[in-house]
């Protein structure tokens, strides 16, 4: 089958963790939570990882001006709509919420979810969802015009990233590993999330097993027959995989493990990361902010991901705001 004139969507997933009700039903969630899973990623509770910082809007805009292209934007949400969505910004620009009870349509005994990597998991069930799709974090920026090519070319999914050795996690490695990130927390408040972790699970489960496809935080192009047919031939995988409420070590991620089945099965082209950064409030020093805003302002970068932005001064935020703002003007 040929990819070409078949259309290509976008799915977002959001959640805005400053919002009382869900707030409230998150902390029911976790009490219960906390008491019942042992292996439940501490930075999976962290109230950071569900608060809103607008990067949805810089999302979307940047999707509107530079991937004018795609067919249907679909945000993924917990019965919430972003606030800068007005009915005829939706309309003109075939923009969709989609809650979690329709991807979870037959698994409701999931919800509520506060987890990532389960809704991640449903991805691939919403309705009427394109052939192919690119996923984003709603902290991802498109900064330069990109071309269906840039994701899709030749059948083939296009995958930015390198090749890491598998190393494995024993019970111990797991328990220091546990100790480091509360470490980094307290004294440097850096969040770590275990994010190799859950790259090698997701390689390991489509079959490698010296060797995995590291992938940064950028845009992930999709191909939906790719999870519909894994999910078909393992619905334990899909069942075991969604059963968590928050993070937890025990789960693969279903994008990761998208792509390495497309590796497997000569469905994927691989690149490197050469047009991507991320900018982030826990790590970046103002000259090293500043040499990043520069390369986006010239041109330089395709993707951009924005972490931790509560935690950049104000200056700071204003300066990255402006630079996005002047980016997307025309939207």
């Known amino acids: ?158 995958l930015r990233g390198s090749w890491h050795s598998i190393t494995e996690y024993s019970p111990f490695r797991m328990k220091i590993n546990d100790f480091f990130s509360l470490l980094t927390k307290k004294l440097f408040g850096i969040t770590r999330s275990m994010h190799t972790l859950l790259q090698i699970r997701s390689a390991q489960l489509a079959g490698f097993k010296k060797r995995y496809f590291h992938i940064p935080h950028v845009p992930h192009p999709i191909q939906t027959n790719t999870l519909q047919t894994f999910f078909k031939d393992h619905p334990d995988q899909f069942d075991q995989n969604i059963q968590y409420q928050f993070r937890s070590t025990d789960q693969f991620s279903a994008i990761f493990l998208a792509s390495h089945l497309d590796i497997k099965y000569d469905k994927a082209e691989l690149m490197n990361t050469d047009h991507y950064l991320m900018v982030h409030g826990e790590v970046d020093v103002p000259v090293l902010l500043n040499q990043k805003l520069k390369k986006i302002k010239d041109g330089r970068v395709m993707f951009t991901c924005l972490q931790a932005m509560e935690r950049f001064k104000a200056s700071q935020r204003k300066a990255i705001e402006a630079v996005l703002d002047d980016l997307l003007s025309d939207s």
């Open 1 to 158: 089958m040929s990819f070409k004139n078949e259309n290509i969507d976008a799915v977002i997933s959001w959640v805005d963790g400053d919002d009382p009700e869900h707030k409230q039903r998150r902390q029911e969630a976790l009490k219960k939570t906390k008491l019942e899973e042992n292996h439940t990623l501490p930075s999976g509770f962290d109230a950071t990882r569900f608060s809103d910082n607008n990067e949805i809007r810089y999302c979307v805009m940047s999707i509107l001006k530079f991937a004018p292209w795609i067919r249907n934007i679909y945000i993924v949400t917990d019965n919430q709509e972003p606030a800068f969505l007005t009915p005829d910004l939706k309309k003109k620009h075939n923009i969709f919420i989609i809650d979690h009870t329709e991807i979870f349509k037959s698994y409701e005994w999931a919800l509520p979810t506060f987890n990532t990597r389960t809704i991640e998991t449903a991805l691939w069930r919403i309705p009427d969802l394109a052939s192919r799709f690119i996923y984003f974090n709603d902290d991802f920026v498109i900064t330069r015009k990109v071309s269906p090519e840039d994701f899709f070319e030749n059948n083939k999914s296009k």
